[in-house]
């Protein structure tokens, strides 16, 4: 299982927020740049689609790839209360050979994006991942060389973290103190919740810049 939450921030503000994450953090960021191939079972795999996403880092020398498997949320009244979703989630590694055999087994490509930007990974009450990206799409097929903004001036903020069954409340409780403190420059909810950008954030980004992140949060 995985918790995340998702929001936007303007481009203009991304420097303010890698200040604020910096400080929070406590380690260097990462350079992200991954190809995500979006594919859908065909009819020949039964009546309901079936959806992978197949995640190529193109930041590693030689090229890795990877296949993630989103499924439901979790509901009831529970889920509901929680600002946080909490849904399962499957993920292996894979060889260069996995498209072409994603394609034999019947699925179809949907769509494909290429996600450019910079990533956290930390420990605070649990194992937290903070992405924040461009996403781009492709004019020609794998085309990433061509990609081009989808939003341009926006960027996506994601904030995952891993769980089961047993302990997926201490970690949305982790999530949710620690989105507190990104609260001045973007609202982070659940994925398909739009919440848009927030008015504080130009006045939280000048006083980030201004102490170079110095202040004690």
């Known amino acids: 299982m995985e918790c995340v939450v998702q929001g936007i921030i303007e481009t203009q503000y991304v420097e303010a927020l890698e200040i604020l994450l910096q400080g929070l953090c406590g380690v260097n960021k990462e350079r992200l740049r991954v190809h995500e191939i979006c594919l859908k079972s065909g009819p020949n795999l039964g009546f309901v689609v079936s959806e992978v996403r197949l995640l190529c880092d193109l930041e590693q020398s030689e090229p890795t790839w990877t296949v993630k498997h989103v499924g439901g949320a979790m509901r009831g009244a ?56 461009s996403v781009n799409k492709m004019l020609k097929l794998h085309a990433t060389d061509e990609a081009v903004p989808v939003t341009p001036g926006i960027q996506l903020v994601e904030v995952t973290a891993p ?55």
């Open 78 to 133: 529970g889920a509901e209360q929680i600002s946080v979703l909490v849904r399962s989630m499957v993920e292996s590694k894979a060889s260069k050979n996995v498209l072409r055999l994603f394609y034999a087994l019947g699925y179809k490509l949907d769509h494909e994006l290429l996600r450019v930007g910079i990533t956290f990974h930390f420990q605070r009450g649990a194992p937290i991942t903070v992405t924040v990206s």
């Open 163 to 217: 769980a089961t069954s047993e302990n997926y409340n201490e970690v949305v409780a982790a999530v949710s103190s620690f989105c507190e403190y990104l609260a001045p420059l973007l609202h982070l909810s659940k994925p398909g919740v739009s919440t848009g950008v927030v008015p504080t954030a130009a006045a939280a980004a000048a006083s980030l810049m201004s102490d170079g992140g110095g202040t004690t949060l």
